[in-house]
């Protein structure tokens, strides 16, 4: 199984180990994160609806919090573009994001357990968002719908 940002195919739920060093995950403890919530929600040069949209966002992508404005609030994202979304399409959640092989065409392992002696049960590449679970030594539990 591979799982692209650009192509998610249903697979249920799918509770799964990805070691933490290839992933971007949700925490901090000086900053507030929160997640996209809806499809193509939109990140805007300024806090206006009509304001230029720079990148529109899936459900559950992860952003860091900079500020907030009335209803608004200015974010950054983990490849630190930074601007605004209305707060009715964030919520709290811990989520995590696969960061390695940018640009590349090289997936990284999706194992049962973890380790590097747990089985390989999927692939994901750059970009795709995982539920973070639990954080065990270096490994992140994670699952994805």
Not at 13 to 29: D, K, R
Not at 65 to 91: A, C, M, P, T
Request: glycine fraction near 6%; hydrophobic fraction near 40%.
């Amino acid at each position: 199984m591979i799982l692209s940002s650009f192509q998610m195919s249903k697979v249920g739920l799918l509770a799964i180990f990805l070691c933490a060093a290839v992933l971007s995950v949700a925490e901090s403890a000086h900053s507030e994160v929160l997640s996209v919530q809806g499809e193509k929600i939109s990140m805007r040069t300024d806090p206006d609806q009509k304001a230029k949209q720079i990148w529109e966002y899936g459900n559950g992508f992860p952003v860091e919090v900079l500020k907030r404005q009335g209803d608004w609030v200015l974010v950054k994202d983990f490849e630190n573009d930074s601007g605004w979304i209305h707060k009715s399409n964030l919520r709290k959640g811990k989520n995590a994001i696969v960061k390695a092989n940018a640009n590349r065409e090289k997936a990284i392992n999706i194992r049962t357990g973890p380790g590097t002696e747990t089985p390989i049960v999927a692939y994901a590449y750059y970009g795709v968002v995982f539920a973070a679970q639990e954080k065990k030594d270096s490994w992140i539990h994670v699952s994805h719908e």
